[in-house]
Nanobody, 124 residues
Framework: QERLVESGGGLVQAGDSLRLSCAAS????????MGWFRQAPGKEREFVAF????????KYADSVKGRFTISRDNAKNTVSLQMNSLKAEDTAVYYC?????????????????WGQGTQVTVSS
């Protein structure tokens, strides 16, 4: 059974850093593009970052570009999101997702599997 499990969320102050991880099981990880999305209270889920199967193609939302870094380790079946210079507006539940097709990587409906999410709260 395909499963994605996020970890690493927490409560931090503005300007701090956090590293989120997502562990995949039950799927051939290297065959999936991986994305991070987030959903703040009362808002729609939005794209944060994408990394292609071999890590060659990487995309970021404009709001996180220069502050967040996505990476993956296909040997360990994990994808990570390093978040630096966090802001209050980064507060959200963060989800990782897996896409088995060669899509844009930025659209929710491209993704086949989702994790349960991890809460990130940034106090100002």
């Amino acid at each position: 059974q395909e499963r994605l499990v996020e970890s690493g969320g927490g409560l931090v102050q503005a300007g701090d850093s956090l590293r989120l991880s997502c562990a995949a099981s039950g799927l051939t990880f290297s065959n999936y593009g991986m994305g991070w999305f987030r959903q703040a209270p009362g808002k729609e889920r939005e794209f944060v970052a994408f990394i292609s199967r071999k890590g060659i193609s990487i995309k970021y939302a404009d709001s996180v570009k220069g502050r967040f870094t996505i990476s993956r380790d296909n040997a360990k079946n994990t994808v990570s999101l390093q978040m630096n210079s966090l802001k209050a507006e980064d507060t959200a539940v963060y989800y990782c997702a897996a896409d088995r097709e060669y899509g844009l990587g930025t659209l929710l409906n491209e993704y086949d599997y989702w994790g349960q999410g991890t809460q990130v709260t940034v106090s100002s």
